[in-house]
């Protein structure tokens, strides 16, 4: 079976990713130089949590990391079915919509905390998130992702 990270669409969701990151704050996915592949099957197993949803009315989860699936306790199959919205309770969806929107209307954030829930109903806090918007090579929007390497269970 071919791993997650090794799928095309996989690896170009890992550039466009990577090179709006870049885009917007100046800042690499992560240190070094990689080939298309090598980027891809290091985010993957990287251990801080990177996911990104698409464009759709009600956005979708198109990518998570070996750490985002851990976290939210999905196999990548469930995750990329996932309504991002369903990441968060419903009482905090109100307030992670005003994060969305600001990210939309600035193209980045980096100090965003909150509290999201994984497929089992635990609840945990994340901060000093990372959340972007997704351009593609033509510049036009292409979804948002968020990255963060600190999280607490409640």
């Given at each position: 079976?071919?791993a997650?990270w090794?799928?095309?669409?996989?690896i170009?969701q890992?550039?466009?990713i990577?090179?709006?990151?870049?885009?917007?704050?100046g800042?690499?996915?992560?240190?070094?130089l990689?080939n298309?592949?090598g980027?891809a099957?290091?985010?993957?197993?990287?251990?801080?949590v990177l996911?990104?949803?698409?464009?759709?009315a009600?956005?979708v989860?198109?990518?998570?990391?070996?750490?985002a699936?851990?976290?939210?306790e999905?196999?990548?199959e469930a995750?990329?079915?996932?309504?991002?919205?369903f990441?968060a309770?419903?009482?905090?969806?109100?307030?992670?919509a005003r994060?969305l929107a600001?990210?939309?209307?600035?193209?980045?954030?980096?100090?965003?905390?909150?509290?999201?829930?994984?497929?089992?109903?635990?609840?945990?806090r994340?901060?000093?998130?990372?959340?972007?918007n997704?351009l593609d090579?033509?510049g036009?929007y292409?979804?948002?992702?968020?990255q963060?390497?600190?999280?607490?269970?409640?």
């Open positions: 079976m071919e997650i090794q799928s095309p669409a996989v170009a890992t550039q466009l990577s090179r709006s990151l870049d885009h917007w704050t800042r690499a996915l992560l240190s070094g990689f298309p592949l980027l099957k290091n985010v993957f197993a990287a251990p801080f996911v990104s949803h698409g464009v759709e009600d956005p989860l198109n990518y998570g990391n070996a750490s699936l851990k976290l939210w999905m196999p990548w995750l990329t079915r996932t309504p991002s919205r990441t309770e419903a009482p905090n969806r109100e307030e992670r994060l600001a990210v939309t209307a600035n193209g980045f954030i980096d100090d965003y905390s909150g509290i999201r829930i994984s497929k089992s109903g635990r609840r945990f994340i901060a000093q998130a990372t959340v972007w997704l090579e033509r036009n292409a979804g948002q992702a968020a963060f390497s600190n999280w607490e269970f409640l």
